[in-house]
């Protein structure tokens, strides 16, 4: 019966361990990302986020030089939605 309960005892420090594993990973990986650096292009293209609407489908937000673009893209097309020229203060 001893046995068991150190079984489970076991069982539950190792989750316990597990746990605070992934908790301190995910704490940590901002730090991870920020340590990364972007490669810049040389027409200064970024891509800030992309939203997936479905198979191959997908609108798009991109950075170049000093204007935003929204991007709408398909399975055999690519629209341009709208843009905008970025303002001073925005990075």
Do not use: C, P, Q
């Not at 019966?1 to 704490?27: N, P, T, W």
């Not at 293209?45 to 170049?64: A, R």
């Not at 398909?74 to 905008?84: F, H, P, Y």
């Amino acid at each position: 019966m001893m046995d068991v309960y150190l079984g489970i005892i076991k069982v539950f420090f190792i989750l316990l361990g597990i746990i605070a594993v992934l908790i301190l990973l995910y704490r940590y990986a901002d730090r991870l990302k920020l340590n990364m650096k972007t490669k810049d292009t040389a027409y200064g293209l970024k891509k800030v986020d992309t939203i997936h609407l479905g198979y191959k489908k997908f609108v798009s937000v991109l950075e170049v030089k000093d204007y935003v673009l929204v991007i709408g893209v398909g399975e055999k097309e690519m629209s341009l939605l709208t843009r905008w020229k970025k303002e001073i203060g925005d990075k």
